[in-house]
């Protein structure tokens, strides 16, 4: 899936430390741009997700960062757990055409104590 | 709410055969996709069904077809399989036209095919 690429592949940060995950994309038309976090046999599951009309979208300590000029969206984890220990993926979408979710290749994340 | 599931868990078959993989959509949801996810991969999209019409199809053979019943669960056949189709299976579903509240997925059926 070369439309959207994600960086980097493998990410280990100590405990308390800050985890920051970026996408780029090439479809222009993508409206609607998602993190997922999934864990070890499980589906994933949305994290937290952002409209293009903001730059930048806070919850709890996730936050995502936009950059529509840029094409990129990034995933910054604040105060980072070992339970957040997980593979996260973005997965931009056209809000407007069924949801089509187009996932990036991953990365997994690893916090140490 | 009782979520996205999935069965079987785990499956395995042999070259040449057929499966069919099953999904029962979150209560009220009615529309339902299905991903492949290949080992240390993204999902990858192969077709969504709403209202028991294919809405939507990625990049995958005529082999891959699916099924949605009036009570929005769902099925995924795979005819002819190859070892390639060994990955984890996921369904997800939605509400058309509420995509922003996101998809909820199952767990997976992680299919081999040996």
């Known amino acids: 899936q070369q439309q959207v690429k994600q960086s980097p592949q493998s990410l280990i940060v100590q405990k308390g430390g800050i985890s920051i995950i970026n996408c780029a994309y090439e479809?222009?038309?993508?409206?609607?741009f998602p993190w997922y976090q999934q864990f070890p046999g499980k589906g994933p599951a949305l994290l937290i997700a952002?409209?293009?009309?903001?730059s930048e979208k806070k919850e709890g300590r996730f936050t995502i960062s936009f950059n529509k000029s840029a094409k990129q969206f990034s995933l910054h984890i604040m105060d980072s757990q070992p339970g957040d220990s997980a593979t996260y993926f973005c997965?931009?979408?056209?809000?407007?055409?069924?949801?089509?979710?187009?996932f990036g290749q991953g990365t997994e994340l690893s916090v140490k104590p | 709410e009782t979520g996205v599931t999935q069965s079987p868990t785990h499956l395995i078959k042999t070259r040449g055969q057929q499966v069919t993989l099953r999904c029962s959509s979150q209560s009220g949801h009615n529309t339902v996709s299905w991903y492949q996810q290949a080992l240390g991969q993204g999902p990858q999209f192969i077709f969504q069904?709403?209202?028991?019409?294919?809405?939507g199809r990625g990049n995958f053979p005529p082999r891959f077809s699916g099924l949605q019943f009036p009570n929005y669960s769902s099925e995924l056949n795979v005819n002819a399989l190859e070892l390639d189709d060994s990955a984890l299976y996921l369904c997800?579903?939605?509400?058309?036209?509420?995509?922003?509240?996101?998809?909820?997925f199952g767990s997976g059926t992680r299919l081999t095919v040996v």
């Open positions: 069904y709403y209202r028991e019409e294919e809405n």
């Open positions: 997965a931009p979408t056209l809000y407007n055409q069924g949801g089509k979710l187009i």
């Open positions: 479809n222009t038309a993508f409206d609607y």
């Open positions: 997800a579903s939605s509400i058309t036209g509420r995509v922003h509240y996101g998809y909820t």
């Open positions: 952002i409209r293009p009309d903001v």
